[in-house]
């Protein structure tokens, strides 16, 4: 789509299309097919497309970018590629993106009197009830999603269905429905044949907005709940006897996902649970729903028995015993790292139903030795801009005990041409006060920019460690955050799964101001001893960074950088105004200031400083 509607009702905050991490796709064997019924529905993974059904093409499988699935979890395509970047042809023009492709399915042995059908529902981005709590980025016009199938016959592929672009709120007018259900009679005999196969794919388009940094993921089309089968009619309005979770399994604690293990106390569990169990039949089903809580070695410390309550037809469940469950066990308070994981249950009857995989959801009860409101995954970027020349984001957390700040991990969003990658900042601690940031804790002495781990796009982790420079006492509530210099979009990863949004705040003149969005930034401050990882040293080996003649004037040499390094001089509007692989710099087209000097060395090891000239 047209990369942006910017959400912001001020002009200070703003929310744009993000990208993503993903577990590089695993290659499929050629020779594997699948057998009826082939189904779906996405729900017990996450990252690439199952490779017992597709093969590899920059789809994404997760559970945020569509509001109430038909059942937890969807397949989703977009801008990105396998890897969660921005094709190499993405342009302001339509160009071809995502391919979710069908390994082949076996259709031999079978004619037009076997009905086979395929069913499927979809969902387009940018869906929610109000412009603060959208997921996603809604498809324009020009933008398309398709359904292709293979024919064997003439060795070729034919669209058999497609969508142009258009909003949720579109549809839901137009049905009555979110969620959109479309059925197709597999009948041609072209298709009924042993490697018959389909796929999905979609256009996307990129708007410019006047800032490259805000150009990011966008034109998502959700999919679920994908089926063929014999023996089925496609005027069926997809009423399918299963009862299954819609959202993913919560946190058991209060305010965060995750905390450090000796910040933990009773008081910060919940009381009560919020599980979305759906009921996809035309007719009320009574299913049984429990949850057990697991220790590291999968050891039972609880279990919650939610008893068997009538799920409605073709609805939600809302009796509290499986709704609003309660939180009837605390976790015990230690030092120790440790996980627990929490998995919920939910069944038709006795005996189950045909689709067991939607049935069980499970939570990773982290304490570790950090902080994190958000799920690890954006579906927006957030970020600041203002005329001003700096801006200060903050965000609040609550400690129950003093403790030692050593590092804070951040997600920044990859952006079209890597726009954001030399906007500068400070990372920042404060004190609160009054509710509000207050006296400064902490302050980097020397600027910082965007990094990204280049190990991401297998392991899924978007975050980066930087570690403080000195490390820092904290206690009670205080705020984490950066200052920014300049007025670029820098790009924070923005989660829209859980919202924290009235603990974060801006200021971009005297005031803090609280955050108007629905979601939690991706930032998580770190306690004890730092990992190495992200350390930005001012040594190399054995060498260490030297700016001389520092003042300088017609030239400046950069002593200790080595072979293969690469150094930036900025503006403090954190404007990049020259790069170079030399040690020598000519300087004399600067005008008499102060610079940020950035080296970047080839380990990847990046040493800031400042530079003086005077002409």
Known sequence: MALCTIVAVEAQELLVPAGRWQQRPVATKNNTSVSLPFFDDFSNYSGAPDSRYWEAGGAYVGVDYGPLPPTVGIM?????????????????????????????????????????????????????????????????????????????????????????????????????????????????SGYLDSLFRFRFRNHCSLEYNGKAGMMGNVDQWNIDYVMIDRGRTVDSTGVFRDVAF??????????????????????????????????????????????????????????????????????????????????????????????????????????????????????????SNYYAYDDGTAENGYGLTSTADTMSLAYRFDLNTADTLSAINIAFNRTFEAANENIMFYLTVWQSENGKPGTVLYRDSEARTPLFPDSAALTGNPFHRYVLEHKTVVNGSIFVGLKQVGSEFINIGYDRSHNSADRIYHRTAMEW????????????????????????????????????????????????????SQTTI??????????????????????????????????????????????
């Open 246 to 367: 819609v959202k993913p399994a919560p946190t058991m604690l209060k305010d965060y996902r995750a905390m450090p293990a000796r910040q933990y106390r009773s008081s910060d569990m919940a009381q009560r649970l919020s599980i979305s169990i759906a009921n996809l039949y035309s007719s009320p089903i009574a299913s049984y729903y429990s949850y057990n809580i697991l220790d590291s070695n999968g050891t039972a410390l609880y279990t919650y028995d939610g008893g068997y309550q009538n799920a409605p037809a073709q609805g939600y469940q809302t009796e509290a015993m499986h709704a609003t469950p309660s939180v009837g066990y605390t976790f015990e308070q230690s030092d120790e790292k440790r996980v627990y994981t929490i998995v919920h249950n939910v069944r038709e009857g006795a005996s189950g139903d045909n689709h067991p995989q939607n049935d069980t959801i499970r939570y990773r009860q982290v304490f």
């Open 513 to 564: 101001e609280q955050s108007i969005h629905s979601g939690s930034l991706m930032l998580r401050p770190c306690f004890g001893q730092a990992a190495t990882i992200g350390i930005e040293t001012a040594e190399h080996g054995n060498n260490t960074v030297r700016l001389y003649p520092n003042p300088a004037d017609k030239q400046v040499t950069i002593g200790g950088i080595g072979i293969g």
């Open 570 to 615: 900025y503006d403090i509007q954190g404007r990049r105004l020259l790069s170079s692989r030399d040690s020598v710099i000519n300087t004399s087209s600067l005008p008499a200031g102060m610079y940020i000097v950035r080296v970047v060395f080839q380990t990847g090891m990046i040493h800031s400083a400042k530079l003086i000239i005077r002409h």
């Open 76 to 188: 989703t395509l977009d801008a990105l590629d396998a890897d969660g970047l921005l094709y190499r042809q993405a342009s302001v023009e339509p160009f071809p993106a995502d391919t979710a492709l069908s390994l082949p399915v076996r259709l031999d042995g079978l004619d037009s009197t076997d009905s086979v059908v395929m069913s499927f529902y979809y969902l387009p981005g940018g869906s929610g009830e109000h412009p603060w709590e959208t997921v996603g980025d809604t498809p324009d016009a020009q933008d398309s999603l398709f359904l292709d199938f293979f024919s064997v016959a003439d060795s070729s592929w034919h669209t058999v269905w497609a969508r142009g672009g258009t909003s949720a709120a579109r549809l839901r007018q137009e049905t009555g429905h979110d969620w959109q259900y479309v059925a197709l009679a597999i009948a041609d």
